[in-house]
């Protein structure tokens, strides 16, 4: 879809949010709460973006965008549009939903990671569910729609702590009493989910009521591709094997062969990529699938995984 910047605000040091309409005026595609879309920067450029909006609006898409000095392309393009532009995007995903069971929901913010968040808070203040809010910051400047957070019906349900006033969030005691109502939310840097997890898996979270959403791969999720081997790929629908080099991609070897798999972050992190494995077994590498789903080899994110078998068969 082509649609147009409206409008583009600061919202706190070097954040943005970004205000998107159709470029004719018709109604905008629905998302619920945790969505993303994709944007398409530049040519070749194509960045994932959480809606921030309330998820009853059609006649907008609002997007929430951190100027990363460590950019690859995708936050400083962002940052450089000027409000008329028009620019494509993908019509709303969601790999990150509430669970409409909860009877408790944890939402943990990590600074811009906040945006998916702040869409879900407002989400289940709406329906009257229960849940509360924990926005971990680096200080007040940097703290993104403190003002939608100052409502009435989300302000008694919400923790903000700022790195600059020495506060931390007490992750053993926001995490200390899972149930199988409960579900968790975490959004933020790669760090910043890792210890969440870590803590959540401490106090012996059910891994299916922890939800999770990265903005890129951690550091740790990369693996040094010196040690990759080849290995072969064969497309289920016709028989055709493709080779596979040791340091090449699975997308990159396909698409040398003209076989296209669609994809956006590279990454591991969206799930644009996934994959049915028909036969073989998946050296996961990403940071999209749960343990669980990495277990059943059933499915691979091809950006970047690889196989621990000669041959993997693949649902294409």
């Not at 990671?113 to 702040?118: D, E, Q, R, W």
Request: aromatic share 6%; proline share 5%; hydrophobic share 40%.
């Amino acid at each position: 879809m082509k649609v147009r910047l409206a409008n583009k605000r600061d919202v706190a040091t070097d954040i943005c949010e970004f205000e998107l309409v159709s470029v004719d005026g018709s109604a905008l595609p629905p998302f619920t709460a945790g969505a993303h879309i994709d944007v398409h920067v530049a040519d070749g450029v194509i960045r994932q973006y959480s809606l921030c909006n309330a998820p009853g609006e059609t006649h907008r898409y609002c997007l929430g965008v951190l100027r990363d000095p460590q950019s690859r392309g995708g936050s400083v393009g962002m940052h450089a549009l000027t409000v008329g532009a028009e620019i494509d995007i993908s019509a709303p995903r969601n790999h990150f939903p509430l669970n409409e069971q909860a009877t408790h929901s944890i939402l943990l913010a990590g600074g811009i990671g906040v945006t998916p968040i702040l869409c879900m808070a407002e989400a289940l203040a709406a329906s009257g569910a229960s849940f509360e809010v924990h926005y971990c910051t680096r200080e007040p400047a940097r703290t993104a729609f403190r003002e939608r957070f100052a409502r009435e019906d989300i302000a008694a349900k919400t923790h903000v702590y700022y790195d600059s006033e020495g506060a931390r969030a007490d992750l053993d005691a926001i995490l200390a009493q899972p149930s199988g109502g409960k579900h968790l939310y975490v959004c933020g840097p790669a760090g910043f989910i890792e210890a969440v997890l870590a803590r959540a898996e401490a106090a012996q979270w059910p891994e299916g009521n922890v939800h999770r959403e990265y903005f890129a791969a951690p550091a740790q999720a990369s693996t040094d591709s010196d040690g990759d081997k080849p290995f072969q790929v064969k497309l289920h629908s016709s028989g055709r094997v493709i080779d596979v080099k040791a340091g090449e991609t699975i997308v990159a070897a396909l698409a040398a062969q003209g076989v296209e798999v669609q994809m956006s972050c590279e990454q591991g992190v969206c799930g644009t990529c996934l994959t049915r494995v028909v036969d073989g077994t998946p050296d996961h590498r990403d940071v999209y699938l749960t343990d669980d789903e990495r277990a059943a080899n059933d499915q691979i994110l091809p950006c970047c995984s690889r196989s621990k078998s000669a041959m993997l068969v693949l649902d294409l």
